[in-house]
């Protein structure tokens, strides 16, 4: 039972979520510093408020904590963009570029000349007019 369960955390997917996890907790780290740090103080400066955090309301009694609330979407914005200008954009060009000298994909689907509806290559009549299809019918994506 013990070998099962070594077995499984040797896999490479369980061993890269896990350095995912404990990456993104630092970075996630750097980021709310850098919005506590330099963001939030330029935000309050624009504002007038001394502390961005501390902006607040009371209602009833009840604390509202807007500042935290604001610093964490501009936390979340930040990581955001972070992921997809350094991981998801690169990530994509190099695909982009792998695939440029390949021949595209054979069409497995052409159009009915009645209904335009996307129907199989290998369709005789439409499934969605009944129309039938002659060889003239035009591929489709």
């Known amino acids: 039972m013990l070998s099962g369960f070594k077995q499984f955390l040797m896999r490479g997917n369980v061993v890269d979520l896990a350095v ?10 750097v980021v709310a510093a850098l919005v506590k740090d330099l963001v939030t103080p330029l935000i309050a ?6 502390d961005f955090s501390a902006i607040q309301f009371t209602l009833n009694g009840s604390r509202f904590l807007v500042g935290d609330f604001i610093n964490a979407v501009v936390a979340f914005v930040l990581v955001a963009a972070a992921i997809y200008f ?5 990530l994509n060009m190099i695909e982009e570029r792998r695939r440029r000298g390949e021949a595209p994909a054979d069409p497995t689907t052409k159009r009915c000349p009645e209904c ?10 439409c499934a969605f007019c009944t129309q039938p299809l002659t060889g ?3 591929a489709g994506r």
């Open 136 to 138: 003239s019918v035009t």
């Open 20 to 29: 995912a996890v404990v990456i993104g907790g630092a970075f996630g780290a």
């Open 45 to 50: 400066a624009v504002v007038g408020q001394p």
């Open 116 to 125: 335009l509806s996307e129907v199989p290559i290998a369709a005789r009549r």
């Open 86 to 90: 350094f991981v998801v954009v690169p």
